[in-house]
């Protein structure tokens, strides 16, 4: 997923479910109601999209969605789109103050953010990978790949388009220069 494009992947239709059409989407959201709050999704490679509706959607398990989609009425069009990236429209969410997508933090410089290394280089955010409890930011620096948890305690701020600061244990970054 490319960061900056007008579509987010959020989800994956991984399963059909009953005869009418429906499918179990594993989404990737911050809570899995969101995904069926959007009120569509859209399918497709690139920039050209389809939009499909979401007409109806209800939370498995706690983690899983069942989701009835416009055009998808009967078994064989659901598993049709089994293995299907869902992916969401950015203008269709409203982000609050301090809010960000994970992906826009990809290509961001990562700097120190402990007191008396204010500002220096740690490395840049490579990718963001899923996490038992929280998303980890794999952060490439000049001596390889650095795993760090998204949590208060590393993740002191991510500016998007700027920077993401860290608060970095000692040797978290160990460069041999006493990190």
Known sequence: MMHGSRY?????????????GDVKVEPWTDTPRDLIDLGRVFVGDGESKREIRILR????????????????EDMNAADDLRGTVLYAAREDFN?????????DAIGLPVLDAREGR?????????DILPGAAAPIYAVKTANGQVLV???????????????????????MFDNGEGN
Not at 8 to 20: A, F, M, P, S
Not at 149 to 168: K, S, W
């Open 8 to 20: 987010l992947e959020c989800g994956k239709i991984i399963n059909t479910h009953g005869c009418r």
């Open 149 to 171: 948890p998204a949590v208060p305690a590393f993740i002191a701020a991510v500016i998007p388009g700027e920077c993401v600061r860290m608060t970095p244990i000692d040797g």
């Open 95 to 103: 982000l609050e103050e301090g809010q960000y997508f994970l992906v």
């Open 57 to 72: 959607g209800s939370v498995m398990q706690g983690r899983f969605l069942l989701l009835s989609l416009e055009g998808v």
């Open 118 to 126: 204010e500002g220096q280089v740690l490395g840049e955010v490579e």
